[in-house]
């Protein structure tokens, strides 16, 4: 301690060391809760490619049955 106090050692030991935790601990917790969201909008972005090839292949099955069925239709 910087200068004595009335106050017991141990009280005020008790009192700080959570706070010096916390302040330890602090960048850490930053950091795996950036890491954190970075893998959820990763995963997001994944999905979200996902889907569009799927839409994609489903609209590119249904232009080319149409066409298809277009050609099909022509009388010679």
């Known amino acids: ?3 004595p106090t009335p106050v ?9 060391q959570p706070n010096v935790l916390s302040l330890g601990l602090s ?3 930053a950091a795996s809760t950036l890491y954190q969201a970075i893998a959820q909008a990763m995963g997001n972005a994944a999905n979200n490619a996902t889907t569009a090839q799927q839409q994609g ?9 149409t066409g298809c069925a277009i050609v099909y239709a022509q009388k010679p």
């Open 1 to 3: 301690m910087a200068y």
């Open 8 to 16: 017991n050692d141990q009280i005020t030991d008790a009192v700080t």
């Open 27 to 29: 960048p850490a917790l």
């Open 57 to 65: 292949s489903i609209l590119f099955n249904a232009v080319a049955a």
